[in-house]
């Protein structure tokens, strides 16, 4: 398990490793379960404050808590989406994908209900739904497709609050 300290020291090597005009900015800017996120500005541009020293498109770097990998988030998007994306998928830069997969279930999961969120929900019909949740009881891990990610999160939704464990795939 990395640390704080360790976490700043990895991200000042790769900074460093990146070019000498560069310096990590000492608090992180977010963290969380996932671990730390840095950014980090030219010298030139903490020394003086002018504009034209600033770096521009410096994605800031995440430090994932459990390994101490370096992973290079982005600057297209919000924070939040890359950290959220890096949570749900292992990727801040996935894109959530119509696909979910069932992995399991809680004793008193609503099979019947979760019969029918399939249903509604997916283009199966209620044999291929029953068989799913079947499949996912046997302890398999079926995976079924949405019309749109859109669905594929709700469903998602609704099937954890049915008892069952359910996660969306990227695409």
Avoid at 19 to 39: C, E
Avoid at 121 to 138: F, P, R, S, W
Avoid at 155 to 163: A, E, I, P, R
Wanted: with cysteine; hydrophobic share 45%; charged share 20%.
């Amino acid at each position: 398990m990395i640390t704080l300290d360790m976490a700043r020291a990895i991200a000042r090597h790769h900074v460093q490793s990146m070019g000498a005009n560069l310096t990590l900015l000492a608090k992180p800017i977010s963290w969380g379960d996932y671990g730390w996120v840095f950014s980090y500005q030219s010298k030139a541009f903490l020394k003086t404050g002018h504009p034209s020293d600033a770096l521009a498109g410096n994605a800031p770097l995440l430090i994932d808590r459990e390994q101490g990998h370096v992973i290079t988030l982005g600057t297209a998007e919000a924070l939040d989406v890359y950290l959220e994306n890096y949570v749900r998928f292992g990727d801040p830069h996935a894109v959530p994908g119509p696909s979910l997969e069932l992995s399991g279930w809680q004793a008193g999961a609503d099979k019947v209900a979760a019969t029918k969120a399939l249903k509604a929900h997916t283009q199966l019909g209620l044999k291929d739904a029953k068989a799913t949740i079947d499949m996912c009881l046997a302890g398999q891990k079926p995976v079924v497709s949405c019309a749109a990610p859109e669905t594929a999160e709700i469903l998602v939704g609704k099937l954890v609050d049915l008892g069952f464990s359910a996660r969306q795939l990227a695409q």
